[in-house]
């Protein structure tokens, strides 16, 4: 079965710095989707970044990047520069069944992120 | 772009009460999801339907029935709920086998 694994629960860090949020997964399907999504504090979940598995290069929206090591099963997410407004909680997710015309995710367990002034 | 409506926000029950929560969306997306998140973890899903009249089971779809009259809504029954039961459901869209798009959720409380 599909598994992802945040193993961060909570991180602190000082505003304008460059965090980064690790997440590993298990899958024995050749081609898959990752994901990554941010909760705030209201309960809003946002889509922020997308990996394709058979694309080498990583993904890069806004000031966030994905760091994709495929060898390792692992994604982890990237936010430079970063803002009061990031503090929130960020979920990794994963596609099952990759040639579905649907999406079905499973989710890590989440990492909350502080920016600190 | 486009909006997705859950109703109500919050939900209080007793226990063994059968609740209903409801899903629209603007989105014109043919998939919709049902989500349950509690406290302090990730997002296990209960129901999704892939078009109109289309129902499948999640991982977590005990105790849940779903409802899809039309593309725009997507309804989810507590069947009977559970005393000390609190969680957030939510709802999203999607469509292309890529990304999902979120309701604001549906609070629940049942005393």
């Known amino acids: 079965a599909q598994k992802v694994t945040q193993t961060q629960t909570s991180i602190s860090v000082m505003e304008k710095t460059t965090v980064t949020m690790d997440c590993v997964y298990e899958?024995?399907?050749?081609?898959?989707?990752l994901f990554w999504y941010k909760q705030t504090a209201s309960g809003e979940i946002v889509f922020l970044i997308r990996q394709d598995s058979y694309k080498k290069e990583n993904a890069t929206v806004g000031h966030y990047s994905l760091n994709f090591q495929k060898p390792k099963s692992s994604i982890g997410l990237i936010i430079t520069a970063t803002q009061i407004e990031d503090s929130a909680v960020y979920f990794c997710?994963?596609?099952?069944?990759?040639?579905?015309?649907?999406?079905?995710?499973?989710f890590g367990q989440g990492t909350s992120l502080s920016v600190v002034p | 772009g486009g909006i997705i409506t859950q109703t109500p926000k919050f939900l209080i029950g007793q226990e063994g009460q059968k609740l209903t929560l409801k899903c629209q969306q603007n989105?014109?997306?043919?998939?919709m999801y049902w989500y349950r998140q509690d406290s302090g973890k990730g997002l296990r899903l209960i129901y999704y339907?892939?078009?109109?009249?289309?129902?499948q089971k999640g991982d977590l779809s005990e105790g849940y029935d779903a409802s899809r009259e039309k593309k725009s809504s997507f309804s989810l029954t507590v069947t009977s709920a559970q005393k000390n039961e609190m969680a957030v459901f939510l709802c999203a869209t999607g469509t292309g086998g890529y990304e999902q798009y979120f309701g604001p959720g549906t609070r629940l409380t049942v005393l």
């Open positions: 997710a994963m596609r099952e069944g990759a040639s579905s015309s649907f999406s079905k995710l499973v």
């Open positions: 989105f014109n997306h043919d998939t």
């Open positions: 899958t024995q399907d050749s081609s898959y989707f």
């Open positions: 339907s892939i078009t109109e009249n289309d129902l």
